[in-house]
């Protein structure tokens, strides 16, 4: 009988896990909005591999961290989608740099990313990624809060 209980409650956490997961996609694809993040920190190697980075919106300056394996430089610009409900669901788009042309992203950010090439890219991405853009998971210690 205990061997059942657990086994039903490992298929109930599981199912909660899918349902978060499923529904923080969806807020970020259905409320996401594409602002310029800036590497500030690079921790491949430490157990964490990620990026720190920092981005503004609406004249605040927030500092995030995602998972990636990708290897980006240290104070290059990524586009990166956040979740103006919920800025701690934000994730720097690594494979999509900044071109030289963009300094800077308007106050309200954009809505789709002003290349369309990526936006494109980026549209599939976040049809068919899931783990990567739900499994922003953030390490120990890391502040999402905004600067002061």
């Given at each position: ?10 298929i109930l ?46 004249n605040t ?5 995602c998972f ?81």
């Amino acid at each position: 009988m205990k061997t059942k209980t657990q086994i039903v409650l490992l298929i109930l956490i599981v199912c909660l896990v899918s349902f978060v997961a499923y529904y923080n996609k969806y807020k970020l694809e259905k409320n996401g909005i594409f602002v310029i993040g800036k590497v500030v920190k690079n921790t491949h190697g430490t157990g964490n591999d990620g990026f720190f980075f920092k981005f503004h919106y609406k004249n605040t300056e927030y500092d995030g961290w995602c998972f990636t394996n990708s290897e980006g430089n240290i104070g290059k610009s990524y586009f990166c989608i956040i979740n103006p409900k919920n800025i701690n669901k934000s994730v720097l788009l690594v494979d999509y740099p900044v071109p030289d042309s963009i300094s800077k992203s308007p106050y309200n950010g954009w809505k789709k990313i002003p290349v369309l090439d990526y936006q494109v890219k980026v549209d599939e991405y976040l049809k068919t990624n899931i783990k990567r853009v739900i499994d922003n998971v953030k390490p120990d210690g890391a502040d999402i809060s905004p600067q002061r």
